[in-house]
């Protein structure tokens, strides 16, 4: 099982590390890539057309701005594709976000939150997990230590408002 | 496999529609329902924690305005959840879309654009592929077809332009 | 009489210390909480249904991004339930304020400004003056001193002004 | 008990009649004016001044626009003041849901969706049944009543869906 | 000739200096006070209510969030207001421009730039340059000096431009 | 007393109607053109330069999407200049808001709500009963009758309450 | 000298026909194509790549949403694209805006209004007309026939309100 | 040929140098000006007017806020304008997109993304490459440079990758 992640530039970097850190905690083979829908149209197509046959299952695209990237992997392959949308302008991110999640009918993009990159693995581990069922006591489990840690949050939050 | 199609209200069914029916284009089983996070929760609740032993690989929930629905389902399993923004507002879906995408770390909700049944479905039948490969020939050809139509549209307008 | 002021994330905390210390300075009775719709929502879940037993008479559920922790809480008891949205995003905390705001018919969350932490507590407090008369006197005062504040940043600046 | 509902225009009526109607459902007694911020700024401060010895519990203040009435009311009383925004302008709402929901720290407005007339009534309800117990088993009834109504359009949608 | 220069709290005196200043330097006599729509209604009532017996030929109102200082004048005085939205919240200062701008039919604020302190100044200088008409000339030379500065950066840039 | 009444297109007209029809209700000669920033910008300019030697004491210009006129016109004179943004586009008029009220420091413009014709006009009445003082007791009344309006409105609305 | 017109879909055709209908009334050679950047996207690659040696000299690219047609044929040639974006959403065009003119370094697309057909096709003349300069008085009597249609309508009006 | 870089203030400088500097990198004779549309509108008027026999083939105009200067050179020329919005407001930069953007129909302007100088140029260089054909080696040579740091910032990636 492999999930490729692309970003649009190396200055994405910063959101798209918590990625890549996370599907390495579950165990997944990652493939990651700079390539640009603009810059290297050329190398995005390529990379999109031969991702199935070189063993990808799922691809997650990081790019702000005018986002493009995912919506072009989209165009060129059947793998379900990530858009992971990247506050890089000074639009707050509302235009990566739209550029991305408002894909026409024909060419879904599986959109995350403006910024989520622990988000947009997760949701790969999820997908992988139909068909690699080893995931699913992992994915379990991550869910129950988020809820831990909750829980430990608010019970040293219990004894610091007693100590007030 | 199965997917199973949710809506906050019998309301969202004409976007919800295009969902069903392509789903089942592709020859998958569809479960659907209406079910309210705020209405009905604790119905959503039992739906979400027991999706995936009733044999649901893929949820897909549809929901307007301040849409929590996909997230709390999302809450309750580890399956990939879809989240289909309904525009029901009078704020064109602005509230739909932010209330669905911007989830928190930890809980993904993959999210489509405003009122993309079909994209809904679509991105269903990508994750599904994955594990079920005779889908993929039918996605091949569904990317074909809308080729085509695409092409044949253009070639009726190049006869057009001529008679002009 | 109690309010519960409940957080989703720890992270909010800056935000919901001005609403714990306000409830305390009318003598209210608080009880805190951090819980997440999304991480912990059995925990949100098993919150909400008992509130009204455990002597609660208002929630104020603080949360950001996609907010679903007031509208979450509210599906499942009656008591009244204020949504403080938390600026935890790129997107200046509107996504906050709309998945807090924009609940659809028959689940009303009574929201407050954008990290309006004190005024979560003045209206929990306002709601409370209706049963429990001995907080009228304390709001009055509270609005007068509020004034009188005003009044003395105008007559300090009055004097700046003439020595200018 | 009696809950004032105070629309800025009688332009706004098809909004507020719900609150009306649900609030009357409820058995509580109901004052209705027109008055506005604006236009009728005495009226509106001396109704918001005598409101509490008038034996109002709550007071809803729908407006749109630049929608100052809710601010205003709450500015000269200590009851809690519920904030309907009216969809009235070129803006979609947002310009009535930030004048009504974005109150300086201090003075508190309740805001409830953008045109959300019934569940404005219903949070007042909510908020009096902290106060009029009798009112409880009534909110109980319309949760069950709506879940209730989710359920058999659900029924009604399963049996179409069976028939496809 | 007076201009009233109000402000909703004394934090929005660094946006309200410019204002101040530029009507100084027109020899406007200036009345500066802090008062709020929300805080203070009965003094902003008794200003707005007095403003022109005592002199006063245009107000300007410097308020940020839901800014209804500048409305609230307007109600009760029929002198022009000027609306100065002040960039005081999370959301850039958008909620305090519709708070000013968008007031319904009958009483217009005269809405300036978000954070136009000297702007609103200014604007009151020609609105009292109708009736007085000694500051004509001075407005003249006030435009000229602005095109003065723009053209001496515009002479120290293209010397810049020939060095490089 | 002479306002001049100035759109970018005759398209305008339905907005800018009640903005001539009030000036002239109040006996306020009315000069009214239609010229565009963009399409005849000479025109403009020469409007704009010689409006004061004209007799105009305010000028009143209204244009939609990139709203220029007011700016442009204020750019050339130094009479009060009241922006009226219409929406004419398809973005609900917060692109002509923006492009008329955001000007930068030393050109104002006093820009009323999208859409608001009428009270572009009370907004030049207000500014001209500075110096023309019989308007003073048409603006009270004015603004009397637009009280009695909402009382009627009122009134009437207590008697449809009470059969019922 | 040719322009190429290319829409993502044949429901862009009613604000391309303006465009279309320009150009040739400025006796440019006009190629229009339906393509998808996403659904046919070899085929959009195709064109950009060879459009330089097919004679074209300006691209026009219309499209809408996730709008990415005019920058993924911007990436793969070095004729000046211009990009149309068109209100094909719930979103008022916002999405199609930014998805169009926040392009990132390197590759820009000249953005001209939402559904702005018309000006899509003005400014490929513009473009045009440095290189073929019989162009040039063609668009000078365009602008001096919009001045005069906007003075005829002013002369019109003017009529009209001596009538009233 | 020659590029005419004007800005409407010069604080506009920092946004405007990456125009200037990749101008000069293409052998571009660069004008540049600081004008502003508002304070010194005759200078802008001039230039405008004359841009086109002093041997100007393509304007730049960068601007802010209600940012007006592109439209209104572009209304006394047929050169080709290039609309350049500045984020120098509390806006974020909407405020000048959409002023610059969304020309009424007649008078485009090629609007470029908020803050892109770089893109700018650019876009003037591929409209003289039209006409000045040395021009499109060097702009093949600017993608293909583009597209080898992308490629090197990957291979260094990689690199990293590896090493982790």
Chains 1, 2, 3, 4, 5, 6, 7, 8 share one sequence.
């Not at 190396?10 to 997944?28: A, M, Q, Y």
């Not at 990651?32 to 070189?54: G, I, L, Q, W």
């Amino acid at each position: 099982m492999k999930v490729a992640v692309v970003m649009g530039s190396i200055s994405d970097l910063p959101v798209v590390e918590p990625t890549i850190d996370t599907l390495k905690k579950f165990g997944i083979s990652v493939e990651a890539h700079v390539m640009s829908a603009h810059r290297t149209p050329d190398k995005a197509h390529d990379f999109a057309v031969s991702a199935k046959e070189n063993g990808i299952d799922v691809i997650i695209a990081a790019a702000g701005k005018a986002a493009h990237l995912a919506g072009v992997l989209a165009a060129y392959t059947i793998l379900p594709v990530i858009g992971l949308p990247i506050k890089s302008s000074t639009m707050d991110g509302l235009d990566s976000l739209l550029s991305t999640v408002q894909m026409p009918p024909g060419i879904p993009v599986a959109t995350v939150a403006i910024n989520g990159g622990e988000n947009a693995a997760l949701l790969a581990i999820q997908i992988l997990s139909l068909k690699y069922q080893d995931l699913e006591p992992k994915l379990t489990e991550y869910k129950a230590n988020m809820a831990k840690k909750v829980n430990e949050a608010d019970e040293k939050f219990q004894k610091e408002l007693k100590l007030k």
